[in-house]
Structures are given as structure tokens and as C-alpha cells.
């Protein structure tokens, strides 16, 4: 069994900045990929950013510049840095995670999403 548990969501202005933290417990064998991404009420998940196991990224271009996906392989851990909020950024935050498990293939695992309100 695996949980991810994201953690750093609130209130920030325009301008501002948050950092979200996300961890995994259980059962996690290999972690392989992981990533964040956010959806807006009635609105289809899109991606933030992702990073491989290596630490290799790639951003969406609507946060490119101002995010920073990283992870830590000891601690089974991912942030996301987010600087130069927008009101646009405003969305519920997922964590997710390609894990690799003996005797049960390979699944992603998605956390339950922090909020992130983005005022003007």
C-alpha cells in the first residue's frame, strides 16, 4: 500500500510565493517518474511539471520560469517552488508518483490535492 501526502497549500497575493511538499509512504518499492498537477473546478488535471528518477525536469510553459519541481530519492520526497504567483495559479494541487512494486507492476499513485488560492 502507498499514500502520497502533499502538504504547502494556501492563501498567497499575486507575487508571492509557495512551496508545496509531497510525501510517500508505504509499500513504495521504486519510485520511478513523479510530477505535480493542478485543476481548476470543471476543468481537465494539466500538467505542472515532471522529474525523473536521475532529477531530469520538464515544465509546462505556463510555469516555466516561475516553478521548480525537485525530489529527494532518500526521503521519498517532491516539492514544487512556486514564485511569481498569478491569479491563474489558483487551482488544486496534485502530487503523483510512477512506482514500481515486486509482484505488482507499476502504477501511478495520486495524493489528494492541496489548494492554492492566488489573490489579486
Known amino acids: 500500500q502507498v499514500q502520497l501526502l502533499e502538504s504547502g497549500g494556501g492563501l498567497v497575493q499575486a507575487g508571492g510565493s509557495l512551496r508545496l511538499s509531497c510525501a510517500a509512504s508505504?509499500?513504495?518499492?521504486?519510485?520511478?517518474?513523479m510530477g505535480w498537477y493542478r485543476q481548476r473546478p470543471g476543468t481537465q488535471r494539466e500538467l505542472c511539471a515532471t522529474?525523473?528518477?536521475?532529477?531530469?525536469?520538464t515544465y509546462a510553459d505556463s510555469v516555466k520560469g516561475r516553478f521548480t519541481i525537485n525530489r529527494d530519492n532518500v526521503r521519498n520526497t517532491l516539492s514544487l517552488q512556486m514564485n511569481s504567483q498569478r491569479p491563474e495559479d489558483t487551482a488544486v494541487y496534485f502530487c503523483?508518483?510512477?512506482?514500481?512494486?515486486?509482484?505488482?507492476?507499476?502504477?501511478?499513485?495520486w495524493g489528494q490535492g492541496t489548494q492554492v488560492t492566488v489573490s489579486s
Open positions: 522529474i525523473t528518477r536521475d532529477g531530469l525536469t
Open positions: 508505504g509499500s513504495i518499492g521504486i519510485i520511478l517518474g
Open positions: 503523483t508518483a510512477d512506482i514500481l512494486q515486486s509482484g505488482r507492476g507499476r502504477r501511478d499513485y
